[in-house]
């Protein structure tokens, strides 16, 4: 009986696995590419680290940021991670995740 109880639940974390998306969850209930959508504000700002951040771009949430630059809907738009990153820093947000770790890159 033990193993049965074991083998269920092994099939059931490999499907949860199979099913899963990464990053989803981070945004709530929108998926990383539909987040990059709406962030079209910030679209300089995340090619280029010198490029000046639009107010309308630091009024969104950094909550999913890291999903949202490693969307494929980002990547096609351009997006540079290592500049997407730094955009709560520019836009001097109190409250950004500093010292987050996503991926390669790191919440300044």
């Known amino acids: 009986m033990k193993y049965i109880w074991v083998l269920g639940l092994l099939i059931s974390l490999g499907i949860a696995g199979f099913n899963r998306v990464d990053g989803v969850g981070e945004c709530g209930k929108s998926s990383p590419d539909a987040k990059a959508f709406k962030l079209a504000p910030c679209a300089s700002a995340a090619q280029d680290e010198d490029a000046a951040v639009s107010k309308n771009c630091c009024l969104q949430k950094p909550s ?43 919440v300044p």
């Not at 999913?64 to 500049?83: D, I, N, Y």
Request: a positive charge; charged letters at 25%.
């Open 64 to 106: 999913c940021l890291c999903a949202v630059m490693l969307s494929s809907t980002a990547k096609s738009f351009g997006v540079k991670p290592e500049a997407a990153i730094t955009i709560p820093k520019r836009c001097n947000l109190a409250d950004r995740p500093a010292g987050y770790k996503c991926r390669d890159y790191t």
